[in-house]
């Protein structure tokens, strides 16, 4: 290697060294250090694959991170719909979540008795709903078959009128029936 190569090479290293170097840049109002862009151009074909990777990247569907969502007990589901359903705030959010027994106890509440149960927390509404909890100063659920032996109950007592309703009904129907079977009397002959 000759002395002026060596010279050249030295030039170019020392060249290539102070291009990348950070320099003092004016930016307007105060001076910032800046590396300044690098002497060598990149090659086409290097920026047009990576213009084609960011495209692909932008281009991908994106795929939300996951929150750490927690499924809603079904004890705290039961007691906001409870409190849904005592005081009705235009949607209905859970409205199929109670069942018809817990609708009937809920509707049986009285003033007081709902503001006490309100005051609990919704997952401790829903533990004394589906029986898993007793609060203070309210009476008990009853239990599914409480509730439907009372509901077989309710049903006979509406039954009751009814059927003697239909009893009276029938009594007309047959005594007309009976007046429609008597034999009808020959008409008389008219005087002349």
Do not use: N
């Amino acid at each position: 290697m000759s002395l002026r190569s060596f010279v050249a090479s030295v030039m170019r290293s020392v060249a290539a060294a102070m291009a990348r170097a950070p320099r003092l840049v004016w930016d307007g109002t105060r001076y910032v250090l800046r590396a300044a862009a690098s002497v060598l151009p990149t090659p086409p074909q290097e920026e047009a694959m990576a213009e084609e990777e960011l495209m692909r990247e932008l281009s991908r569907p994106r795929v939300l991170p996951k929150a750490d969502v927690v499924e809603p007990d079904a004890r705290e589901e039961w007691g906001r719909a409870a409190g849904d359903h005592l005081f009705p705030c235009g949607e209905e959010r859970a409205a199929g979540v109670l069942d018809e027994r817990a609708r009937a106890y809920l509707d049986s509440l009285d003033v007081e008795e709902r503001a006490a149960l309100l005051a609990y927390e919704a997952k401790h509404i829903g533990q004394f709903l589906l029986g898993e909890r007793a609060l203070k100063g309210l009476p008990p659920v009853p239990t599914a078959a409480q509730w439907t032996d009372a509901e077989k109950a309710r049903l006979a007592a509406l039954a009751g009128p009814v059927r003697e309703g239909r009893a009276v009904i029938q009594a007309k129907i047959d005594e007309v029936a009976a007046t429609m079977r008597e034999p009808v009397p020959a008409p008389r002959p008219r005087a002349a």
